[in-house]
């Protein structure tokens, strides 16, 4: 917070982040609407949280591409311009087209606009770490994510309710995703650095991207940590899942009604994140690789509790393994900037984020797979892994702290 209230350029970049999210949030949430009301609704609703998430997977090719351009802060402004013309082009689709027709334009406008919007992430994270020194990094980037977690689901609740409102009204959302990249623009307008960010060459001369991958690995300890985190990633995505499965079946486990049960593990989840990353700064003794392994050991107990139907012990556990999820993702942020080659964040950011995104629908489809047959077995498993996970850990991390 202190961060955000005396760094001029860190305060505005933020802030052009912040309403772009909730445009993004609030219309993601219309369209998931939109497509439930379709023929094969099921098949829609699967079309936009799947491709919702296939940008991402181009992180280290946009993220390169964000390393080699000079002016970063303008190129921010025009992203954000292309994407509010995109969307309102796409509150036309849906005032003059109907059905599949309409969704098959808004996913590609939202692909385009997210794909836009990864590169903008690359732009993003140089531009940052170019404003912050040494000592603000975990705490700017903390603040960053935290904020970002809280507007997306503030923005979330707020969208189911402006359905309601607006009366359906699909094209108004659009329009309302375009204005607040119109807001963005406006911030990133009173963002003035002197000097150019990024690499000084042309695209001709500057490093391949083999070349900056190659140099990214010589990072020991950054290969290592992203491996670590990937692994946890992978094992952590299933658990909310195996809960609400064992869930269906009543009992212990249901609190009020299923839905409100799922509503309520989800806030837990989500706050404590938030809230984590908010005060990660004050945690800046403790090492990264020790809160990770603490976060392990907290997700096998609360495997033993979901295996033994006791929700009403496992929500703090929940809290409590999520607020370290938001201590650690900020460490994680900071160790990036301080180890890797400044004129390769985009890259590497690009690169880690593709990395993430692929384990967990992988962790989740495995683990899940497994409890369609057998809740039981799918938890003992997942115990197993994360506890060789943790002996491995102790063995590969303990030089590096």
Request: one cysteine or more; aromatic letters at 12%; proline letters at 2%.
């Amino acid at each position: 917070m202190h961060t955000y209230g005396t760094n001029k350029v860190f305060r505005n970049i933020s802030n052009a982040t912040f309403v772009s999210f909730i445009g993004d949030n609030i219309f993601y949430m219309a369209l998931i609407a939109f497509a439930s009301g379709l023929k094969n609704s099921g098949l829609a609703i699967s079309l936009v949280t799947t491709l919702s998430t296939v940008p991402q997977l181009s992180g280290i090719l946009l993220g390169h591409r964000a390393d080699l351009i000079k002016d970063k802060v303008r190129a921010l402004k025009w992203s954000n311009f292309f994407r509010f013309i995109l969307f309102l082009i796409n509150a036309c689709v849906f005032m003059f087209f109907k059905g599949w027709h309409v969704l098959i334009g808004a996913l590609l406008v939202n692909f385009i606009c997210d794909s836009l919007g990864v590169l903008g992430d690359g732009l993003n994270f140089s531009v940052l770490a170019g404003t912050l020194s040494d000592e603000e990094y975990e705490s700017g980037f903390g603040f960053n994510f935290g904020v970002g977690q809280a507007i997306s689901m503030i923005a979330q609740f707020s969208g189911t309710w402006l359905l309601i409102v607006l009366h359906y009204r699909y094209s108004l959302f659009s329009v309302i995703n375009a204005i607040s990249f119109v807001f963005a623009i406006y911030f990133l307008n009173r963002v003035a650095i002197k000097n150019k960010l990024g690499i000084e060459k042309d695209d001709e001369l500057a490093r391949s991207l083999m070349d900056k991958i190659k140099s990214f690995m010589k990072h020991k300890k950054i290969m290592i940590l992203t491996v670590y985190i990937a692994s946890i990633n992978g094992l952590l995505a299933p658990i909310l899942p195996l809960l609400f499965m064992k869930s269906l079946k009543g009992g212990a486990m249901i609190l009020l009604s299923y839905p409100f049960t799922v509503s309520l593990v989800g806030s837990i989840d989500s706050i404590g994140t938030i809230l984590g990353s908010l005060i990660s700064s004050k945690f800046e003794r403790f090492s990264i690789y020790s809160l990770l392994r603490v976060n392990m050991m907290l997700t096998i107990v609360e495997l033993v509790l979901i295996y033994m139907n006791s929700l009403v012990v496992l929500l703090p556990i929940i809290f409590f393994s999520s607020l370290l999820v938001g201590l650690t993702m900020p460490m994680f942020e900071a160790e990036l900037v301080t180890n890797c080659d400044s004129d390769s964040l985009g890259m590497v950011d690009g690169l880690i984020d593709s990395v993430l995104v692929c384990v967990v629908p992988v962790g989740t489809g495995i683990f899940t797979g497994i409890a369609t047959q057998n809740v039981s077995l799918a938890l003992v498993i997942l115990m197993l892994l994360l506890v060789i996970l943790i002996i491995l850990s102790g063995t590969m991390l303990r030089r590096w702290e």
